[in-house]
């Protein structure tokens, strides 16, 4: 079965930074792409980065263009969101997709399996 399993999340102050990491199993990992989304109250999910199988390809909403970066480890089946120079508006909560690609894609009906999710506030 596929499992995607999302963490890092926690309350930070803005300003701070944090790191999501995305561990998955139950498909050959370096083979696909991974995305991050995330989902505030009250509004729609939003893809905000994506990278390809090789790592070698990147995507980045400009909402967080310059603030964060993604990468992954193909040796540990993980990919990792560093977050830094954190907004209030970064407040969500934070899930990793997998799907059929293995090219960068924003498309959320490209992704077929979605991690549980990590909720990240950024709050004085």
């Known amino acids: 079965d596929v499992q995607l399993q999302a963490s890092g999340g926690g309350l930070v102050q803005p300003g701070g930074s944090l790191k999501l990491s995305c561990a998955a199993s139950?498909?050959?990992?370096?083979?696909?792409?991974i995305a991050w989304f995330r989902q505030a109250p009250g509004k729609e999910r939003e893809a905000i980065s994506c990278?390809?199988?090789?790592?070698?390809?990147?995507y980045y909403a400009d909402s967080v263009k310059g603030r964060f970066t993604i990468s992954r480890d193909n040796a540990k089946n993980t990919v990792y969101l560093q977050m830094n120079s954190l907004r209030p508006e970064d407040t969500a909560v934070y899930y990793c997709?997998?799907?059929?690609?293995?090219?960068?894609?924003?498309?959320?009906?490209?992704?077929?399996?979605w991690g549980q999710g990590t909720q990240v506030t950024v709050s004085s």
């Open positions: 990278i390809s199988s090789s790592g070698e390809s990147t």
């Open positions: 139950g498909f050959t990992f370096d083979d696909y792409a």
């Open positions: 997709a997998w799907g059929y690609v293995d090219y960068v894609s924003s498309l959320p009906y490209e992704y077929d399996y």
